[in-house]
Nanobody
Framework: QVQLVESGGGLVQAGGSLRLSCTSS???????MGWFRQAPGKEREFVAA????????DYADSVKGRFTISRDNAKNTVYLQMGSLNFEDTAVYYC???????????????WGQGTQVTVSS
């Protein structure tokens, strides 16, 4: 049984930084991984994704230049380094696994439980 467990969320001031982690267990980690987020009252949206070998990454326009996705396959962990955070980044952040790099949530068949990120002004 595959499990994805996120960690690293919390409360941060605007302009600050935070690093999220997502650790996979239960099967090979050699899949594409993505981060998505869902703010209150809004639909879940794509944030960033990384290919299984980390050669390719993709970012939503809203986070490009501020967030960095990376992975350590030896640790079965994918990271999301978030910087220059603002109030609009407040959301529950989810990691997910897919067979290929994609922005489409339907491509992701395994999801973590989510971790809350709250940015205060």
């Amino acid at each position: 049984q595959v499990q994805l467990v996120e960690s690293g969320g919390g409360l941060v001031q605007a302009g600050g930084s935070l690093r999220l982690s997502c650790t996979s267990s239960g099967r090979s980690f050699f899949t594409a991984m993505g981060w998505f987020r869902q703010a209150p009252g809004k639909e879940r949206e794509f944030v960033a994704a990384i290919s299984r070998n980390a050669y390719f990454t993709d970012y939503a326009d809203s986070v490009k230049g501020r967030f960095t996705i990376s992975r350590d396959n030896a640790k079965n962990t994918v990271y999301l380094q978030m910087g220059s955070l603002n109030f609009e980044d407040t959301a529950v952040y989810y990691c997910a696994a897919a067979l290929r790099l994609s922005r489409d949530m339907r491509e992701y068949d395994k999801w973590g439980q989510g971790t809350q990120v709250t940015v205060s002004s």
